[in-house]
């Protein structure tokens, strides 16, 4: 299923994952995947960058962005547990893009994200305007949608999605719980998990203006979120929102 909007895909990854075999890892293969379905631009973060190294996987990604300068967006990765490194990082990579695309994943760096060792990174999104992907996950406590309120309220010029939107059923009602109370958070479509007129939930309680359309290729099928969009029971309006408008406004305005 090809999209009729040219899609802004803010969830995605660049190498393998031990859980998701992926067959068209490589960049020159995600290209012909998204040339497939029309997504114009793919938000990456590196894989080796979620696990362990902050530094070479934010490099790889510097690579990336030289030889497909119009097809991806580089999200720098940080890992709050070498103290110091994830201002570092921040630092070293702000030329990826303006405003700072950050990506944060508490629940491989084994640390919450309300501890004290993130909040340079949250005093830095707010300063900057930034847009940050964060991986949730029903629940977790270091990482459930819940515990993402707070934060947004304290840091209101930081634009933060919540990845994957909880993943579970209950977890996505914890992400619109949480997007209920602060206007700058945002839930990301990208998951493992489909559940039946959970979209037409999101957009009655949340808005379809802080809805963002992500695949999280090449782990997942593209296809799969992007027939979800499509086949809803939501406006042609609200589908187009949803697959570029929201991504395209938070990656062009500062916070």
């Avoid at 990208?190 to 949340?206: A, F, M, T």
Wanted: charged share 20%.
């Amino acid at each position: 299923m090809r999209s009729p909007v040219a899609v802004l895909d803010c969830h995605g990854h660049l190498g393998t994952h031990v859980d998701f075999p992926a067959y068209k890892s490589d960049s020159d293969s995600m290209v012909a995947v998204m040339d497939l379905l029309n997504i114009e631009r793919l938000a990456v973060t590196s894989t080796l960058a979620c696990y362990n190294d902050c530094p070479r996987g934010n490099a790889e990604i510097e690579k990336l962005l030289k030889h497909y300068p119009e097809r991806f967006l580089g999200y720098i990765a940080v890992n709050p547990n070498p103290p110091g490194q994830a201002l570092q990082e921040l630092d070293r990579w702000a030329h990826f893009h303006r405003p700072p695309l950050i990506k944060l994943h508490p629940g491989l760096h084994h640390y919450p994200v309300t501890g004290s060792h993130y909040r340079p990174v949250w005093d830095y999104a707010h300063a900057t305007g930034a847009v940050v992907l964060v991986h949730t996950w029903d629940s977790d406590p270091n990482c459930g949608p819940l515990l993402f309120s707070g934060i947004a309220r304290e840091h209101p010029r930081a634009r933060i999605l919540l990845g994957h939107s909880g993943v579970t059923w209950r977890g996505y009602h914890q992400a619109m719980e949480a997007a209920g109370q602060a206007p700058n958070l945002y839930l990301d479509l990208s998951g493992s998990q489909r559940h039946r007129l959970i979209l037409e939930r999101c957009v009655e309680r949340v808005g379809a203006e802080r809805i963002l359309f992500g695949s999280d290729l090449p782990y997942l099928e593209a296809s799969m979120t992007l027939a979800h969009v499509l086949t809803s029971r939501i406006t042609d309006q609200a589908k187009e929102k949803i697959l570029r408008r929201n991504f395209l406004q938070l990656i062009t305005e500062a916070g």
